[in-house]
């Protein structure tokens, strides 16, 4: 599933090509695309049409097109496979094209959405005072916004007495991170999955958040991360961090800081890679 810098990647080339355009008329060709969307496919279609596209926003892995001066805002789930692509009008139409909207401009270019498995979809929600749709007004802000709260995310972490790695996927305590770079921000920060909240100082939670930046900051230069070709931006083309993975995915292989080789755990229906010379599991107590 697309995680912060893959969902960002998508929304600056929404920005780029969408915004600020009227949609036209909007065709849903597959119901289940649009299920979140409790009135059906011919009322999503209908409240679209007409209306401007302001500025796509996003938090965390949430991403959203605002409807100007109507206070909703179409709330995208790319799901496992979704894509939103901005294509040519005469564009052959893709095998999984699920729903496509049409500008009343002459720009000769569309949005669609396309997804293989259609775990995904759009749907229409009002908005809340700040402009989140409302079904996910309780998401924690992500990492990389400037009003995310350093501290309180460490008072946060103290109190919830979890693991880090649980805690960095809570999306009520931060949202944005998933499995690729909780695992990437831990190696680089030298901690075990497994380590409990309760034992990190303000210093170490300050330094891991440093390096959950610097991962996503380093995935969003590079278009983000893709293994398949079901992550894509706007233009279909696909991001290419994994190249640059120190610890996701190179079970076996010699970390980059010590040669010792990486390991891979079962961990909670996912997979976590570390490496066990540097960081260490948690000393248990009996």
Not at 33 to 60: E, K
Not at 156 to 183: C, E, F, H, M, P
Not at 228 to 249: I, K, T, W
Request: contains cysteine.
């Amino acid at each position: 599933m697309p995680e912060l810098p893959e969902v960002e990647v998508v929304r600056r080339g929404l920005q780029r090509w969408v915004a600020h355009r009227t949609v036209a008329d909007a065709v849903v060709l597959h119901p289940r695309a649009v299920r979140r969307h409790i009135a059906g496919a011919d009322d999503f279609a209908h409240r679209l049409q007409g209306h401007r596209i302001g500025t796509p926003s996003r938090r965390g892995k949430y991403l959203w097109l605002p409807l100007e001066d109507t206070g909703q805002a179409v709330l995208a789930h790319l799901g496992m496979s979704g894509q939103l692509l901005v294509q040519p009008h005469e564009a052959p139409a893709e095998k999984h094209l699920r729903i496509r909207v049409r500008f009343a401009d002459a720009l000769g270019t569309e949005l669609r959405f396309v997804d293989q498995r259609t775990f995904g979809g759009l749907s229409l929600h009002d908005t809340t005072g700040d402009g989140l749709p409302d079904v996910i007004a309780h998401i924690a802000r992500d990492p990389l916004d400037p009003l995310f709260d350093d501290e309180a995310f460490h008072r946060a972490l103290r109190r919830k007495r979890t693991t880090i790695k649980r805690a960095l996927l809570d999306q009520s305590l931060i949202s944005g991170v998933g499995n690729i770079y909780a695992d990437e921000a831990l190696w680089r920060a030298r901690l075990h999955y497994e380590r409990p909240t309760a034992t990190l100082t303000r210093p170490r939670t300050l330094e891991l958040l440093g390096h959950v930046r610097d991962v996503m900051n380093a995935a969003l230069a590079v278009g983000g991360t893709s293994f398949d070709s079901l992550y894509v931006n706007v233009n279909g083309e696909s991001g290419y961090f994994d190249r640059s993975l120190d610890a996701y995915g190179r079970e076996g292989l010699p970390c980059r800081r010590c040669a010792t080789p990486m390991r891979r755990r079962p961990w909670m229906n996912r997979s976590s890679y570390f490496c066990p010379k540097c960081q260490r599991p948690p000393r248990i107590t009996p």
